[in-house]
């Protein structure tokens, strides 16, 4: 059967959905025949069967439909490249709660990160008992790291019980800091305030103002894995550590007001004037786009083409905004950490992979400033 087109996939849906799902794929190829449309395979009947589960009223594809399905970037951390595993030997103890039964192995945890740690028990019966309860990805468990006596909580995202040594990997409920593993020289805290604005003339729905707040809050996650990319590098044996930054005041309210408890380092990699520079660039790129976009239809060619011109000075002026940023974000470093073990170049692209990209999404979701929030 040669593959079903898009437009056979969704007619197929919409006949699924109208009988409720109780239709044999048989009836259905019969119903998409009589109607001019191609057969559809029993991979993509089955795939209606979960859009219809799911409660969905339209037809997505199955690509579509699993990352949606897996998309939890809040359950997922330890899949994001930023937060880096350390090598490691330390002594731990996994509890397992499963139903009425709650079993503790004994084990080392041969690489750790903020996002979870990763387990192998070297014992066999430890191993064996862990079989037994038939551990799965999301089951909930604690580590005990013996050596420094802290527990952290998390789920299993991994488990291979029938490797020699077993192995089961954690990923915590949130991040954890490495200084307390005795992994990092922290660098010290400050309090910092961010003010970030939209447009003043917009309304704010909750779909806005959550993608704002996450974007801003992924930029300063981006800055401080850079930070820490660069402190590992230099010292690999006590490397210097930015931890995790805490939250001390938000308010959503537009402008959103941030107060942070966070290392100046990464304060540093996130100069108001530069970072502006750039979150006002994607902006008013976005912007021009819509008004050319809308335009595109009434407009006279010379208009177009000015417009057209004007798009492309953006992109070059978001270009420079952008190469500034990182530069200026090289220097810091160069200077916090003299040494050529971490170069220029490394440093730039660190800054290009990660905080850039973010700081673009936070001027694609409608931000048009950001600067120092001064507390009396």
Do not use: C
């Not at 004007?310 to 200026?328: F, H, P």
């Not at 470093?333 to 800054?351: H, N, R, S, W």
């Amino acid at each position: 059967m040669a593959n079903a087109s898009s437009r056979d996939t969704r007619a197929g849906f919409d006949i699924y959905r109208a009988n409720g799902g109780d239709i044999s794929r048989d009836d259905l190829n019969r119903r998409l025949f009589e109607a001019g449309y191609g057969p559809v395979a029993e991979r993509t009947v089955t795939h209606y069967r979960k859009l219809l589960a799911a409660g969905y009223d339209r037809y997505i594809s199955i690509n579509r439909f699993d990352i949606a399905r897996a998309s939890a970037p809040y359950e997922d951390a330890s899949a994001n490249p930023r937060y880096r595993f350390t090598e490691t030997d330390t002594g731990v103890a996994l509890v397992l709660a499963k139903g009425s039964k709650l079993y503790e192995a004994a084990g080392r945890a041969t690489e750790l990160g903020e996002t979870g740690a990763i387990v192998r028990f070297l014992d066999d019966e430890y191993a064996i008992g862990l079989a037994k309860l038939k551990p799965q990805p999301g089951d909930m468990v604690s580590l005990r790291f013996l050596e420094v006596g802290r527990t952290s909580t998390g789920r299993i995202i991994e488990s291979d019980l029938k490797s020699r040594p077993a192995l089961v990997e954690v990923e915590y409920s949130a991040l954890e800091s490495l200084a307390e593993m005795n992994l990092g020289s922290p660098l010290r805290n400050v309090r910092h305030g961010f003010r970030v604005a939209g447009a003043a003339d917009e309304a704010l729905t909750t779909d806005v103002v959550g993608r704002r707040v996450y974007q801003f809050f992924e930029v300063v996650e981006e800055a401080r894995s850079v930070v820490n990319l660069v402190g590992s590098s230099v010292n690999a044996a006590i490397p210097s550590y930015a931890p995790p930054v805490l939250l001390e005041r938000l308010s959503v309210a537009s402008p959103a007001e941030f107060v942070l408890s966070m290392s100046e380092l990464v304060k540093q990699l996130l100069p108001v004037g530069l970072i502006g520079a750039v979150i006002t660039a994607a902006a008013t790129f976005v912007d021009k786009r819509k008004t050319w976009h809308e335009g595109s239809g009434v407009q006279l060619e010379n208009q177009m083409k000015r417009m057209d011109l004007e798009l492309k000075q953006l992109s070059v002026e978001q270009k420079r905004a952008e190469i500034e940023l990182a530069q200026a974000a090289s220097a810091v470093l160069q200077q916090q950490f003299p040494t050529e073990q971490v170069g220029a170049a490394a440093i730039e692209k660190a800054m290009k992979l990660g905080v850039i990209p973010a700081l673009r999404r936070l001027g694609e979701s409608g931000v048009v400033s950001i600067d120092e929030l001064t507390e009396e």
